[in-house]
């Protein structure tokens, strides 16, 4: 049974446009959020992590957006290249050494 | 090496056999993880390494599954009687074992189980 619900399971955007992928938690301990990102052929790679104690992290044009209250945490990803084509993993943990992770988001940048 | 070190990166195995996954990490990392990959499931956890102690074998899925950790450095994954449903991305991660701290994967084993 997966802890964080991620969604969509794939998505294709064009050039320049937004990606958005979805998550969602119901264990309230949870207190770190990292997103994972992953090359084919590679292991993921930490992208960006936020805390809840704030609603929205910015790391160039990929951001974090956190609705505590929702349970739900989203990463949006600005002017989308072609070289973010990967798979994106959400993640969450309780301040330990386990993280929990989403199924993944297959995002493919359209030229 | 300068990341963590996975191999082989490919195995094929018929059913029944025994296989050995080996990780390598980075140098001075006290934590590491072993997590798998199947299509459309995410990450599962596997089992944790704190030095050469394992804390948390809970992911582990079945008995047929075990892992060590020698030296407080190299480690190995090994599966008995290898079953269709092992078939996966074996991913191995370390890192100092601080709180929140960023994991560091490997490329990972592909397992093919015919």
């Known amino acids: 049974q997966q802890q964080v619900k991620q969604s969509p399971q794939s998505l294709i955007v064009q050039k320049g446009g937004i990606s958005i992928i979805n998550c969602a938690y119901e264990?309230?301990?949870?207190?770190?959020f990292p997103w994972y990102q992953q090359f084919p052929g590679k292991g993921p790679a930490l992208l960006i992590a936020?805390?809840?104690?704030?609603s929205e992290k910015k790391e160039g044009r990929f951001t974090i957006s956190f609705n505590k209250s929702a349970k739900q945490f989203s990463l949006h990803i600005m002017d989308s290249q072609p070289g973010d084509s990967a798979t994106y993993f959400c993640?969450?943990?309780?301040?330990?050494?386990?993280?929990?992770f989403g199924a993944g988001t297959t995002v493919t940048v359209r030229a | 090496g300068a990341g963590v070190s996975q191999s082989p990166s490919n195995k094929v195995t018929e059913k029944g056999k025994d296989v050995e996954l080996r990780c390598d990490p980075i140098?001075?990392?006290?934590?590491l993880y072993w997590y798998r990959q199947s299509l459309g499931q995410g990450l599962e956890f596997l089992i944790y390494f704190q030095g050469n102690s394992a804390p948390d074998k809970s992911g582990l899925p079945s008995d047929r599954f075990s892992a060590e950790r020698t030296g407080g450095s190299v480690s190995t994954l090994t599966i008995q009687r290898t079953q269709q449903e092992d078939s996966a991305v074996y991913l191995c991660?370390?890192?100092?074992?601080?709180?929140?701290?960023?994991?560091?994967f490997g490329s990972g084993t592909q397992l093919s189980v015919l």
């Open positions: 264990n309230t301990a949870f207190d770190y």
């Open positions: 993640a969450a943990s309780m301040g330990d050494y386990k993280l929990s």
């Open positions: 991660a370390s890192n100092g074992g601080g709180t929140n701290e960023k994991l560091f």
């Open positions: 140098s001075g990392h006290t934590a």
């Open positions: 936020i805390r809840p104690d704030v």
